[in-house]
């Protein structure tokens, strides 16, 4: 099975600090990642798919990106509204895997 | 528009079958390239993947589960099920199910549901 190591495992800044949430993938999974956020009582909502691509009416300061194996979903500009658990997916392998989530709180 | 619901037993007693619906509309699992997903996160852990199913009755399990999962689907009536034999506590979660399309996965997501498993 794929490995997702995500971190840090929480994570708390200030509002306006840009923030960088960070999977290790222990094998190749090209671009087979998806970013998801999900606020609390909430349902996971997609974010990033293909490690780099926006979903339709997600934030510009969000965005994606990919260095060899480490997949990062930055926030440019933290607000308020951000705050929620942000889970990782490999997709090109099955079993799918997940990181083990990171819970970003405002200072 | 895609919409996806989950129901359940809401509790159920330790060696027990729990059997989930998936009941969605806005697409159909008899069309090619759509499938369905169920996820499952245990009261504040991580997401944990279970079963897809999609339009051509394809079905992947996570192993992890050994062999306890049965995914299918009811194109007529839109509904997708998952079955989980012998459970115990650890069972205890929120299960979700998520709309698949081949070129993107878990774009929409039901509301989920809870289940307890308990003596």
């Known amino acids: 099975d794929i490995q997702m190591t995500q971190s840090p495992s929480s994570l708390s800044a200030s509002l306006g600090d840009r923030v960088t949430i960070t999977c290790r993938a222990s094998?190749?999974?090209?671009?087979?990642l998806t970013w998801f956020q999900q606020k609390p009582g909430k349902s996971p909502r997609r974010m990033i798919y293909?490690?780099?691509n926006l979903e339709d009416g997600v934030p510009s300061r969000f965005s994606g990106s990919r260095s060899g194996s480490d997949y990062s979903l930055t926030i440019s500009s933290l607000e308020s509204e951000d705050v929620a658990d942000y889970h990782c997916?490999?997709?090109?392998?099955?079993?799918?895997?997940f990181g083990s989530g990171t819970k970003l709180e405002i200072k | 528009q895609v919409t996806l619901k989950e129901s359940g037993p809401g509790i159920l007693q330790p060696s027990q079958t729990l059997s989930l619906t998936c009941t969605f509309s806005?697409?159909?699992?008899?069309?090619?390239?759509?499938?369905v997903g169920w996820i499952r996160q245990p009261s504040g852990k991580g997401l944990e993947w279970l079963a897809n199913?999609?339009?051509?009755?394809?079905?992947y399990y996570n192993p992890s589960l050994k062999n306890r999962l049965t995914i299918s689907k009811d194109t007529s009536n839109n509904q997708a099920f998952l079955k989980i034999t012998n459970v115990d506590t650890a069972d205890t979660a929120t299960y979700y199910c998520?709309?698949?399309?081949?070129?993107?996965?878990?774009?929409?997501w039901g509301q989920g549901v809870m289940v307890t498993v308990s003596s």
């Open positions: 997916l490999q997709s090109i392998q099955y079993p799918l895997t």
């Open positions: 293909g490690a780099t």
């Open positions: 806005g697409f159909s699992l008899s069309t090619y390239g759509m499938g």
């Open positions: 998520a709309h698949l399309i081949y070129y993107g996965l878990f774009d929409y």
């Open positions: 199913i999609w339009w051509d009755d394809d079905k």
């Open positions: 094998q190749d999974i090209g671009n087979y």
